[in-house]
């Protein structure tokens, strides 16, 4: 019997949420907050999926499905039926085993069947915080799945302990955590699951997804107010300020976009060891301009402003990150801030009842 194990990051974007929207530019980064899943294949005649915390699914895998690359709606009523999931049904465990039996169905159907496994999911990304976790998700499966099925190649790892697939088994891998994320999300915009592919930053602009060929691995706080918001309200708002007062909106909307191009601009510079001090200065520079734009927008919530406030008191700059309206925020830490800095803006955060890590955005995927 094999086992595999394979793990896909989270993501955070760094600017142009919502203006992105509206066809400017966004920078989405990978967060090394990741999610993991292990598949052993068997010869029980079984498939058991165990999602810690939400679920332990079994099934006996029938006959081949489709092997269309597209989640028509009549598909995925059969599978809702075939798992007893209630129409309309929304929870986190009816879309992850609907994910689940979509990717297992069709990837066995597009070359051979897949044979018996057990498969274990685990994740450090909370759910429903913005942050990929459902992509996350649906990119381990679909590289799981497409190796256990021999679609790809199990990659050898390199002297260095990493591992990586070729660029072609990476696209089919993204193709198909895409269609998994449609389960799950409905439209999604494809970000997320390019970002859990392939790491590091994208560049998305006008429905385009460019990969940044090289950015620092920078530090952050990443801030979980647990304010739930919905990022449809928020995004349906933002259009309805524009559409009332276009000339005022219109040119906060382009000031976004531009602070994404600096941004990716700096990040290249640091890169090339260009006066980092200065960079760093101009990063954060732009995190506070770009929070004030969320704010203008309407995007704001008093638990940022908070967030905000309290890494201020330590010469530190935040933004939120996503839909806004409570949610998650970002706090950009510099090579030499010092522990101390980050432990107390930390107990800060804490007290006010966020959750709060500190980790890097930028790692492989
Ligand atoms: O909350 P998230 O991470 O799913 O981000 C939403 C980003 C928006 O720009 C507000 C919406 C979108 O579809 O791009």
């Given at each position: 019997?094999?086992?595999?194990?394979?793990?896909?990051?989270?993501?955070?974007?760094?600017?142009?949420?919502h203006?992105v929207?509206?066809?400017?530019?966004?920078?989405?980064?990978?967060?090394?907050?990741?999610t993991y899943?292990?598949?052993?294949?068997?010869?029980?005649?079984?498939v058991?999926?165990?999602?810690?915390?939400i679920?332990t699914?079994?099934?006996?895998?029938?006959?081949?499905?489709?092997?269309?690359?597209?989640?028509?709606?009549?598909?995925?009523?059969?599978?809702?039926?075939?798992?007893?999931?209630?129409?309309?049904?929304v929870?986190?465990?009816?879309?992850?085993i609907?994910?689940f039996?979509?990717?297992?169905?069709?990837?066995?159907?597009?070359?051979?069947?897949?044979?018996?496994?057990e498969?274990?999911?685990?994740?450090?990304?909370?759910?429903?915080?913005?942050?990929?976790?459902?992509?996350?998700?649906?990119?381990?499966?679909?590289?799981?799945?497409?190796?256990?099925?021999?679609?790809?190649?199990?990659?050898?790892?390199?002297?260095?302990?990493?591992?990586?697939?070729?660029?072609?088994?990476l696209?089919?891998?993204?193709?198909?955590a895409?269609?998994g994320?449609?389960?799950?999300?409905?439209?999604?915009s494809?970000?997320?699951n390019?970002?859990?592919?392939?790491?590091?930053?994208?560049?998305?602009h006008?429905?385009?997804?460019?990969?940044?060929?090289?950015?620092?691995?920078?530090?952050?706080?990443?801030t979980?107010t647990?304010?739930?918001?919905s990022?449809?309200?928020?995004?349906?708002?933002?259009?309805d300020?524009?559409?009332?007062?276009?000339?005022?909106?219109?040119?906060?909307?382009?000031?976004?976009?531009?602070i994404?191009?600096?941004c990716e601009r700096?990040?290249?510079a640091?890169v090339?060891?260009?006066?980092?001090e200065?960079?760093?200065?101009?990063?954060?520079?732009?995190?506070?301009?770009?929070q004030?734009?969320?704010n203008?927008?309407?995007?704001?919530?008093?638990?940022?402003?908070?967030?905000?406030?309290?890494?201020?008191?330590?010469s530190?700059?935040?933004?939120?990150t996503g839909?806004?309206?409570?949610?998650?925020?970002?706090?950009?830490?510099?090579p030499?801030?010092?522990?101390s800095?980050?432990?107390?803006?930390?107990?800060?955060?804490?007290?006010?009842?966020?959750?709060?890590?500190?980790?890097?955005?930028?790692?492989?995927?």
């Amino acid at each position: 019997d094999k086992t595999l194990i394979v793990s896909a990051p989270g993501k955070v974007i760094l600017h142009g949420e919502h203006a992105v929207v509206h066809g400017k530019v966004a920078l989405a980064v990978s967060l090394n907050l990741r999610t993991y899943l292990q598949i052993g294949l068997c010869s029980n005649g079984r498939v058991q999926i165990n999602l810690p915390n939400i679920d332990t699914w079994i099934i006996t895998p029938g006959k081949r499905t489709t092997n269309q690359l597209t989640t028509s709606q009549e598909q995925v009523d059969k599978l809702r039926q075939f798992a007893g999931i209630p129409d309309g049904c929304v929870d986190t465990r009816s879309l992850a085993i609907l994910c689940f039996l979509y990717l297992y169905g069709a990837i066995s159907a597009s070359s051979r069947q897949l044979p018996s496994m057990e498969i274990l999911v685990w994740s450090e990304l909370p759910t429903g915080a913005g942050l990929g976790s459902s992509a996350a998700y649906s990119v381990c499966l679909a590289a799981a799945l497409l190796t256990a099925n021999e679609s790809i190649a199990c990659p050898v790892p390199e002297e260095n302990g990493t591992v990586r697939w070729a660029e072609d088994e990476l696209e089919l891998i993204n193709k198909w955590a895409f269609q998994g994320e449609k389960l799950i999300h409905g439209n999604p915009s494809g970000v997320d699951n390019a970002v859990g592919t392939w790491g590091g930053a994208l560049k998305y602009h006008a429905g385009k997804i460019m990969p940044l060929n090289r950015i620092p691995t920078l530090r952050i706080l990443l801030t979980n107010t647990k304010v739930p918001r919905s990022t449809k309200t928020l995004v349906a708002g933002v259009k309805d300020k524009l559409n009332k007062f276009p000339s005022i909106i219109g040119p906060i909307l382009n000031s976004i976009d531009a602070i994404s191009c600096e941004c990716e601009r700096t990040l290249a510079a640091i890169v090339a060891g260009d006066s980092t001090e200065e960079s760093y200065a101009v990063l954060e520079e732009l995190i506070d301009i770009n929070q004030h734009h969320l704010n203008v927008i309407g995007v704001g919530h008093s638990s940022l402003d908070r967030l905000c406030q309290a890494t201020a008191l330590h010469s530190l700059h935040s933004k939120l990150t996503g839909a806004g309206g409570g949610g998650c925020g970002i706090t950009l830490l510099r090579p030499d801030t010092s522990p101390s800095v980050v432990e107390a803006s930390k107990r800060a955060l804490n007290d006010m009842g966020y959750d709060c890590w500190e980790t890097n955005i930028g790692g492989h995927g």
